[in-house]
């Protein structure tokens, strides 16, 4: 199955232009999506990795991808019940990333 990953912006202070928000929300949920794929891929070990679907995976492509790469995620989480959700799903994502190899690719070349 496709990873998931969820972000919930709980900014004590809110955007006051809702639309603004939502495009905000939409492109962080964007990002996190693709960076999903990259993780999904790198473990399957798969042919093609898909840098390329997101400005995020692309900054993170020479961390995640080359032969020298090394990465270090750390997962914050949230000790009130009410970010209990969102806690999990890190942590869930953590336990994905743990399991994807690092640095086993090829070289990438300095564009």
């Known amino acids: 199955p496709p990873l998931q990953t969820q972000t919930l ?8 232009n809702p639309k603004d928000a939502l495009k905000e929300a939409t492109a962080i949920n964007t990002s996190l999506s693709a960076l999903g794929g990259v993780v999904a891929a790198l473990r399957s070990k798969a042919a093609h990795v898909p840098f390329r679907d997101s400005v995020l995976t692309r900054l993170l492509q020479g961390c995640l991808g080359g032969r020298d790469a090394k990465a270090l995620m750390l997962c914050c989480l949230a000790p009130e019940r009410g970010y209990l959700n969102e806690s999990l799903n890190s942590l869930r994502f953590a336990k994905k990333v743990a399991g994807c190899p690092v640095g086993n690719g090829p070289a990438l070349s300095q564009a």
């Open 9 to 16: 912006n709980r900014n004590p202070n809110p955007n006051p």
